[in-house]
């Protein structure tokens, strides 16, 4: 069974650092690219991130361009986001997802992770 | 920058048809995905490639999109299909999804 899960998501000051983790299994981890989408509380879905299989492709949404950083570890199975000079906007639940093929600007997102809860605040 | 556009809510009796829409400009020339999401549950892909069905996915699912417009069609509506939609698309590397649409079966 294909799975993703979250983590690494908390309270944090506007201003902070939060860097959340996607653990794979069930796939070849290494064929796939990956993905970053957030929601806000009682809001819509929103794209943050793409990293394609070998992280030669890798795109972001321009809400959180020089801030956010996407990298994967295709040794040990892990999606990372490093988030950087969090806002109080940037608040969401944080999901990971699989692309369809090993490139991203394309294709599909499924399947998503359960979501890890990021809350910037003071 | 490019757009899509959803009805926020739709309405449908059990049994009835749904027709979710989702437009924007020259959407027919891009592949269009339908998610659905479930109170306190995470996205669920249920239409690829404007029209595919993912594996385990219900036929009453069905899509289409032409124009301006991609749909999203439930044919026979159950209760258990009452859940937020989301269309997504692709543009220049940056992927796009409406704003939602609330599916209430009442």
């Known amino acids: 069974e294909v799975q993703l899960v979250e983590s690494g998501g908390g309270l944090v000051k506007p201003g902070g650092s939060l860097r959340l983790s996607c653990a794979a299994s069930?796939?070849?981890?290494?064929?796939?690219?990956l993905n970053w989408v957030r929601q806000a509380p009682g809001k819509g879905l929103e794209w943050v991130s793409s990293?394609?299989?070998?992280?030669?492709?890798?795109y972001y949404a321009d809400s959180v361009k020089g801030r956010f950083t996407i990298s994967r570890d295709n040794a040990k199975n892990l999606l990372y986001l490093q988030m950087n000079s969090l806002r109080a906007e940037d608040t969401a639940v944080y999901y990971c997802?699989?692309?369809?093929?090993?490139?991203?600007?394309?294709?599909?997102?499924?399947?998503w992770g359960q979501g890890t809860l990021v809350t910037v605040s003071s | 920058s490019y757009e899509l556009t959803q009805p926020p809510s739709v309405s449908v009796s059990p049994g009835q048809t749904a027709s979710i829409t989702c437009s924007g400009e020259?959407?027919?020339?891009?592949?269009v995905c339908w998610y659905q999401q479930k109170a306190g549950q995470s996205p669920l892909l249920v239409i690829y490639?404007?029209?595919k069905r993912p594996s385990g996915i219900p036929e009453r699912f069905s899509g289409s999109n032409s124009g301006n417009t991609a749909t999203l069609t439930i044919s026979g509506t159950q209760a258990m299909d009452e859940a937020d939609y989301y269309c997504q698309a692709w543009d220049s590397s940056t992927a796009l999804f409406g704003g939602g649409t609330k599916l209430t079966v009442l």
């Open positions: 020259k959407l027919g020339d891009k592949y």
């Open positions: 069930g796939f070849t981890f290494s064929n796939f690219g």
């Open positions: 997802a699989r692309g369809s093929t090993s490139a991203v600007g394309t294709g599909t997102f499924d399947p």
């Open positions: 990293i394609s299989s070998s992280s030669t492709y890798i």
């Open positions: 490639q404007d029209r």
